[in-house]
């Protein structure tokens, strides 16, 4: 059973990760802070930074890149959904596609 968040991007308790998904302590803050679908949304928001922006993954700088707009998703100034959103299943018309584009 999963274990549950009160998830920083959406809001809502929802499950969590299963584990962390990333090493050190901005693994362990997304761990203990973001939900699975808030998760599902960063997979589709880096997919769309790695093609606009033609990123290597093997690069480092590449990857310092992404760890950077990951943390913004979740835990930056405009990381919380727009009010009076709600994610799919909680009752309201979110979308996991409602990820903000940068």
């Known amino acids: 059973m999963a274990h549950m968040v009160k998830c920083v991007k959406l809001g809502y308790e929802l499950p969590g990760l299963d584990y962390q998904p990333y090493p050190g302590e901005l693994g362990k803050r997304v761990y203990e802070n973001v939900s699975q679908e808030a998760w599902e949304m960063w997979m589709q928001q880096s997919v769309i930074l790695i093609n606009h922006y033609g990123l290597s993954l093997a690069d480092p700088q590449a990857q310092d890149f992404l760890k950077q707009q ?28 409602a990820a903000p584009r940068k």
């Open 70 to 97: 990951m943390e913004e998703f979740f835990f930056g100034d405009q990381a919380a959904m727009p009010e009076g959103w709600t994610p799919v299943g909680a009752g309201g018309k979110g979308s996991p596609m």
